[in-house]
Protein backbone atom coordinates (compact mmCIF):
# COMPACT_ATOMS: atom_id res chain seq x y z
CA UNK A 1 0.00 0.00 0.00
CA UNK A 2 1.47 3.59 -1.29
CA UNK A 3 1.41 5.56 2.12
CA UNK A 4 1.09 9.71 1.47
CA UNK A 5 1.96 11.64 3.90
CA UNK A 6 0.76 15.30 3.69
CA UNK A 7 2.71 17.99 5.55
CA UNK A 8 2.07 20.16 7.40
CA UNK A 9 -1.06 19.42 9.60
CA UNK A 10 -2.18 22.94 9.76
CA UNK A 11 -0.82 25.86 7.75
CA UNK A 12 -2.52 29.24 9.77
CA UNK A 13 -2.53 32.08 6.71
CA UNK A 14 -3.65 35.19 5.68
CA UNK A 15 -5.30 36.40 3.11
CA UNK A 16 -3.20 37.24 0.40
CA UNK A 17 -0.49 34.92 0.88
CA UNK A 18 0.95 32.20 -0.29
CA UNK A 19 0.23 28.31 0.86
CA UNK A 20 2.72 25.55 -0.08
CA UNK A 21 1.45 22.08 0.64
CA UNK A 22 3.26 18.77 0.58
CA UNK A 23 2.47 14.98 -0.17
CA UNK A 24 5.06 12.79 0.11
CA UNK A 25 4.56 8.70 -1.05
CA UNK A 26 5.87 5.85 0.33
CA UNK A 27 6.76 4.47 -2.90
CA UNK A 28 6.90 5.80 -6.84
CA UNK A 29 2.86 6.88 -7.73
CA UNK A 30 2.00 5.18 -10.79
CA UNK A 31 2.10 7.33 -14.01
CA UNK A 32 1.77 10.82 -11.38
CA UNK A 33 -1.84 9.28 -10.43
CA UNK A 34 -1.63 11.74 -7.79
CA UNK A 35 -4.77 14.51 -7.36
CA UNK A 36 -5.34 17.29 -4.79
CA UNK A 37 -8.87 17.86 -3.64
CA UNK A 38 -10.52 20.61 -1.35
CA UNK A 39 -13.25 19.96 1.14
CA UNK A 40 -15.10 21.97 3.13
CA UNK A 41 -17.32 21.25 6.10
CA UNK A 42 -20.08 19.58 5.46
CA UNK A 43 -19.44 18.84 1.91
CA UNK A 44 -17.90 16.28 -0.38
CA UNK A 45 -13.98 16.43 -1.37
CA UNK A 46 -13.62 18.56 -4.92
CA UNK A 47 -11.14 18.19 -7.37
CA UNK A 48 -8.50 20.88 -7.85
CA UNK A 49 -5.59 19.20 -9.72
CA UNK A 50 -5.59 15.98 -11.38
CA UNK A 51 -2.27 13.80 -13.23
CA UNK A 52 -0.35 16.31 -10.38
CA UNK A 53 -0.77 18.82 -12.70
CA UNK A 54 -3.51 19.30 -14.49
CA UNK A 55 -6.16 21.74 -12.92
CA UNK A 56 -9.61 20.56 -13.40
CA UNK A 57 -12.24 22.14 -15.10
CA UNK A 58 -13.42 25.55 -13.89
CA UNK A 59 -10.74 25.46 -10.72
CA UNK A 60 -8.95 29.40 -10.56
CA UNK A 61 -5.34 29.56 -11.48
CA UNK A 62 -3.92 30.36 -8.19
CA UNK A 63 -3.86 26.24 -7.39
CA UNK A 64 -1.15 24.46 -8.71
CA UNK A 65 0.12 21.27 -8.86
CA UNK A 66 3.62 19.88 -9.18
CA UNK A 67 6.33 16.74 -8.47
CA UNK A 68 6.48 13.58 -9.46
CA UNK A 69 7.43 10.18 -8.57
CA UNK A 70 7.44 10.45 -4.35
CA UNK A 71 7.00 13.91 -3.85
CA UNK A 72 4.54 16.51 -4.96
CA UNK A 73 3.34 19.86 -4.32
CA UNK A 74 0.25 22.25 -4.04
CA UNK A 75 0.80 25.75 -4.64
CA UNK A 76 -2.29 28.53 -3.59
CA UNK A 77 -0.66 31.71 -4.87
CA UNK A 78 -2.72 34.08 -3.24
CA UNK A 79 -5.04 32.56 -0.68
CA UNK A 80 -8.40 34.15 -1.48
CA UNK A 81 -11.30 34.11 1.71
CA UNK A 82 -12.78 30.55 0.36
CA UNK A 83 -9.54 28.52 0.13
CA UNK A 84 -9.44 28.08 3.89
CA UNK A 85 -10.38 24.47 3.99
CA UNK A 86 -9.12 20.81 4.24
CA UNK A 87 -6.68 19.68 1.16
CA UNK A 88 -6.30 15.99 0.64
CA UNK A 89 -4.12 14.45 -1.70
CA UNK A 90 -4.94 10.56 -3.41
CA UNK A 91 -2.98 8.85 -5.49
CA UNK A 92 -5.51 6.64 -7.75
CA UNK A 93 -2.90 4.70 -9.87
CA UNK A 94 -1.68 1.78 -7.45
CA UNK A 95 -4.46 -0.42 -5.76
CA UNK A 96 -4.94 0.07 -3.15
CA UNK A 97 -6.18 3.79 -3.41
CA UNK A 98 -5.36 5.95 -1.25
CA UNK A 99 -5.34 9.60 0.81
CA UNK A 100 -2.85 11.40 2.92
CA UNK A 101 -4.61 12.54 6.23
CA UNK A 102 -5.14 15.91 5.19
CA UNK A 103 -3.71 19.58 5.69
CA UNK A 104 -5.86 22.32 6.91
CA UNK A 105 -5.45 26.35 5.70
CA UNK A 106 -7.10 28.06 8.33
CA UNK A 107 -7.02 31.71 9.34
CA UNK A 108 -4.10 33.54 10.91
CA UNK B 1 -22.44 16.70 -16.86
CA UNK B 2 -21.62 13.36 -14.81
CA UNK B 3 -23.71 13.67 -11.56
CA UNK B 4 -23.60 11.04 -8.84
CA UNK B 5 -25.97 10.39 -5.41
CA UNK B 6 -26.13 8.11 -3.00
CA UNK B 7 -28.64 6.79 -1.32
CA UNK B 8 -29.98 3.88 1.77
CA UNK B 9 -30.69 3.43 5.06
CA UNK B 10 -29.16 6.16 7.32
CA UNK B 11 -29.44 3.73 10.47
CA UNK B 12 -27.65 0.32 10.61
CA UNK B 13 -27.99 -2.01 13.54
CA UNK B 14 -24.67 -4.07 14.46
CA UNK B 15 -23.95 -7.00 12.43
CA UNK B 16 -26.46 -6.18 10.31
CA UNK B 17 -25.20 -5.58 6.92
CA UNK B 18 -24.93 -1.93 5.24
CA UNK B 19 -26.72 -1.26 1.40
CA UNK B 20 -25.75 1.76 -0.36
CA UNK B 21 -26.88 2.53 -4.41
CA UNK B 22 -25.31 5.47 -6.24
CA UNK B 23 -27.43 6.46 -9.17
CA UNK B 24 -25.08 8.27 -12.05
CA UNK B 25 -27.09 10.76 -14.38
CA UNK B 26 -25.41 12.49 -17.13
CA UNK B 27 -23.33 9.25 -18.05
CA UNK B 28 -23.17 5.46 -19.05
CA UNK B 29 -21.36 3.93 -16.31
CA UNK B 30 -19.94 1.64 -18.66
CA UNK B 31 -16.50 2.17 -19.17
CA UNK B 32 -15.16 3.71 -16.15
CA UNK B 33 -14.07 2.75 -12.37
CA UNK B 34 -16.34 3.77 -9.79
CA UNK B 35 -15.11 3.88 -6.35
CA UNK B 36 -17.06 3.75 -2.93
CA UNK B 37 -15.17 5.92 -0.19
CA UNK B 38 -16.04 6.66 3.57
CA UNK B 39 -15.13 9.31 5.87
CA UNK B 40 -15.47 8.73 9.74
CA UNK B 41 -16.92 11.60 11.54
CA UNK B 42 -13.49 13.98 12.03
CA UNK B 43 -11.63 11.75 10.33
CA UNK B 44 -9.77 11.53 6.61
CA UNK B 45 -10.73 9.61 3.81
CA UNK B 46 -10.71 5.91 3.01
CA UNK B 47 -11.26 3.85 -0.40
CA UNK B 48 -13.47 0.66 0.10
CA UNK B 49 -13.12 -0.11 -3.43
CA UNK B 50 -14.85 0.32 -7.13
CA UNK B 51 -15.91 -1.90 -9.48
CA UNK B 52 -15.32 -1.30 -13.50
CA UNK B 53 -17.88 -2.75 -16.01
CA UNK B 54 -16.96 -2.37 -19.95
CA UNK B 55 -20.04 -2.97 -20.83
CA UNK B 56 -19.28 -6.23 -22.84
CA UNK B 57 -22.41 -8.73 -22.92
CA UNK B 58 -22.48 -11.28 -20.20
CA UNK B 59 -19.77 -9.54 -18.14
CA UNK B 60 -20.89 -8.83 -14.79
CA UNK B 61 -17.62 -6.15 -14.35
CA UNK B 62 -14.60 -6.79 -12.31
CA UNK B 63 -14.07 -5.48 -8.41
CA UNK B 64 -11.03 -4.39 -6.74
CA UNK B 65 -11.18 -3.77 -2.58
CA UNK B 66 -9.27 -2.53 0.21
CA UNK B 67 -7.57 -5.25 1.80
CA UNK B 68 -8.70 -4.05 5.14
CA UNK B 69 -12.06 -4.17 4.18
CA UNK B 70 -11.98 -7.02 1.35
CA UNK B 71 -14.15 -10.21 3.50
CA UNK B 72 -16.88 -7.71 4.13
CA UNK B 73 -17.73 -5.99 1.29
CA UNK B 74 -19.23 -6.59 -2.17
CA UNK B 75 -19.68 -3.77 -4.84
CA UNK B 76 -21.84 -4.52 -7.98
CA UNK B 77 -23.63 -2.91 -10.74
CA UNK B 78 -26.73 -2.05 -12.33
CA UNK B 79 -26.35 -1.19 -15.98
CA UNK B 80 -30.07 -1.47 -16.95
CA UNK B 81 -30.64 1.20 -14.18
CA UNK B 82 -27.07 2.89 -14.58
CA UNK B 83 -26.52 2.60 -10.59
CA UNK B 84 -24.11 0.87 -8.52
CA UNK B 85 -24.32 -0.46 -4.92
CA UNK B 86 -21.94 -1.45 -1.78
CA UNK B 87 -22.75 -3.87 0.53
CA UNK B 88 -20.53 -4.29 3.57
CA UNK B 89 -21.68 -6.72 6.19
CA UNK B 90 -21.32 -7.19 10.03
CA UNK B 91 -20.94 -3.84 10.72
CA UNK B 92 -19.82 -2.36 14.01
CA UNK B 93 -19.64 1.41 15.26
CA UNK B 94 -16.31 1.82 13.38
CA UNK B 95 -18.34 1.70 10.23
CA UNK B 96 -20.07 4.91 11.15
CA UNK B 97 -19.02 7.53 8.37
CA UNK B 98 -20.35 9.57 5.54
CA UNK B 99 -20.27 7.28 2.30
CA UNK B 100 -19.12 8.58 -0.82
CA UNK B 101 -19.52 7.14 -4.14
CA UNK B 102 -17.28 8.28 -6.70
CA UNK B 103 -15.62 8.20 -9.97
CA UNK B 104 -12.15 8.75 -9.21
CA UNK B 105 -10.48 11.40 -8.85
CA UNK B 106 -12.99 13.72 -10.52
CA UNK B 107 -16.49 13.29 -9.61
CA UNK B 108 -17.77 12.96 -6.64
CA UNK B 109 -21.63 12.25 -4.74
CA UNK B 110 -22.63 14.59 -2.14
CA UNK B 111 -22.40 12.08 0.62
CA UNK B 112 -24.46 10.08 3.04
CA UNK B 113 -24.66 9.41 6.70
CA UNK B 114 -24.59 6.07 7.55
CA UNK B 115 -24.53 5.49 11.53
CA UNK B 116 -24.19 2.09 12.95
CA UNK B 117 -26.21 1.72 16.33
CA UNK B 118 -28.96 -0.47 18.01
Known amino acids: EIVLTQSPGTLSLSPGERATLSCRAS???????LAWSQQKPGQAPRLLIY???SRATGIPDRFSGSGSGTDFTLTISRLEPEDFAVYYCQQYGTSPLTFGQGTRVEIK | QVQLQESGPGLVKPSETLSLTCTVS????????WSWIRQPPGKGLEWIGYIYYSGTTHYSGSTNYNPSLKSRVTISADTSKNQFSLKLSSVTAADTAVYYC??????WGKGTTVTVSS
Open chain 1, 51 to 53: GAS
Open chain 2, 26 to 33: GDSISGYY
Open chain 1, 27 to 33: QSVSSNS
Open chain 2, 102 to 107: ARVPSV
